[in-house]
């Protein structure tokens, strides 16, 4: 009887650990690293570049009446732990709601940065099954997916191709430059 209880025990915690799980520990498991928030993607030690926007400047970016500023950073890091940068800044990884959003994030890296290809934007999935989701909370009313893309489940995050502007599945433990929005 033990047994079986302590089976249905560790079958709950693994079903509960792969739903809800935050899987930044399994890049840190990866890298085999003991690397901290404040020593990796640190802006202080890479190149991070903001770019202010006015919507009355710029109406077709799509950002309502918010005033906001795109904060890029060339160094290289996993999805959760950019994500943990653009949060510092009090803002998210960059959510893109039309091709002018798209092409302007792709043109404004690419003018600061011509060596990047792939950057992270805010677009996850969650679990397996789970469906694409902005990071911000925001309905994700706009793809621009290349073909074959998404990927399995095993690629559960996206980056932006800065060279075509297409959407890219990619394991969240990969290290890519990332771009943020942060809104004033």
């Known amino acids: 009887m033990f047994t079986l ?4 025990f560790l079958v709950g915690s693994v079903s509960a650990q792969t739903i809800g799980e935050d899987y930044e520990d399994d890049c840190d498991a990866q890298e085999n690293t003991e690397t901290s928030l404040q020593s990796e993607g640190n802006s202080e030690e890479c190149q991070n570049i903001s770019m202010a926007l006015d919507t009355t400047a710029y109406p077709k970016i799509g950002l309502g009446d918010e005033r906001c500023y795109y904060r890029f950073f060339s160094c290289s890091t996993n999805f959760y732990r950019a994500q943990k940068w653009c949060r510092h800044y009090h803002g998210n990884l960059s959510s893109i709601h039309n091709i002018n959003t798209n092409n302007f994030i792709e043109h404004f890296v690419s003018r600061v940065n011509r060596h990047v290809r792939f950057i992270w934007i805010g677009v996850r999935r969650n679990g397996w099954t789970c469906p694409l989701r902005n990071v911000d909370g925001s309905r994700l009313d706009f793809t621009n997916w290349a ?9 559960r995050c996206t980056a932006l191709n800065i060279r075509n502007g297409k959407w890219y599945s990619f394991h969240c ?3 890519l430059p990332y771009i943020c929005t942060i809104r004033y």
């Open 173 to 175: 433990c990969a290290r």
């Open 147 to 155: 073909w074959g893309n998404p990927k399995n489940f095993l690629h």
């Open 5 to 8: 209880l302590l089976m249905v």
